[in-house]
């Protein structure tokens, strides 16, 4: 009987550990997308206030009198 006892807890054992294993790759994989989306968020607020920055300095040239009104095509 201990010998089955034994073969019974070694089972139980390598199921948790497989469990284990498989919960941990579950969550290694949603990590990554988790990176990758907050990367690809990054890029676009890094393009927005570019951009933005670039409107606000293309006015100040303009207010100032860096640039000439009559230089600027319009839209």
Do not use: C
């Amino acid at each position: 009987m201990k010998a089955n006892q034994n073969g019974f807890v070694l089972i139980n054992v390598l199921w948790v550990v497989s469990i284990m294993v498989v919960l941990l790759s579950i969550h290694s994989v949603g990590l990554r997308y988790l990176t990758t989306a907050t990367l690809a968020q990054q890029e676009q607020i890094k393009l927005e206030n570019a951009l933005e920055a670039a409107v606000y300095l293309t006015l100040y040239q303009l207010y100032s009198g860096q640039i000439d009104p009559a230089s600027v095509p319009s839209p």
